[in-house]
């Protein structure tokens, strides 16, 4: 395939030569005959962030979300788009959230989720960058972001005890009923599942290691909500572009 299309995605998005994986991992979860179809999908998706393409931390998530979408066991490269844009919804969502750090989670979810229910994919994605601009530009939020990310790969690949938290919690979460309006007591007592497993380790409650985990299994939580109220928000007319 001409390197002309990969050569646009990677101006676009600003990635540099060493970072830019997509062909990698287009040739490696796909068959040589959808790479095209894949590649105009992902053209389509990074057009809708023109507006914002000047802004290289905004557009390094974007890079970010096209990467590990490529890396779902997708049955189905037509529902790639849909999929694509629903990672991306909940992604910039749940940073925007982590960012914030408000008390009114909800509302937050809420006002958002109104605004998807309305919204076709190109005002929607707008409507989210004008929101998301300042977390952005924001350098002290970006350099915090990078170093966690750094912290989070080395975690994931050499701790099995992590491993199997994430493992339990998830299990935990499946059994719950997950509800906006139960997210505080949801907090509590996955607080408290937490405890019981870490206890179960003998794992310190003022070590490092407690203070991440416990970081990620409420980020765990969070992308749980979000979902919930996202998920039963955006229709699949929502998903249909917006005429010029």
Known sequence: MSLKQYTEIKEFLSVSDGDFKLNQIISKNFQSEQELILVEK????IYNF???KMNKAFMSSVYKCISK???LKITSIDDFDELLIKNAILRFVQEYIDYARIGQK???LNFLADSFERLGVQPLILNLGLLLKPMYSDQNYIDKVSKMEE???VYELNDQLAINIKKAIDQWLNTQEIDLEKQ???RENLIEEYNRLISEQNLSKESKQYQLLKTEVLEMLSMKLTMVSLMDSIDDESMEPVPL
Not at 42 to 45: D, S
């Open 42 to 45: 992902i053209l389509a998706f």
């Open 50 to 52: 023109s507006p914002f």
């Open 69 to 71: 979408t490529l890396d």
């Open 106 to 108: 909800e509302q937050v």
């Open 151 to 153: 912290v989070e790969v």
């Open 184 to 186: 505080d007591s949801l």
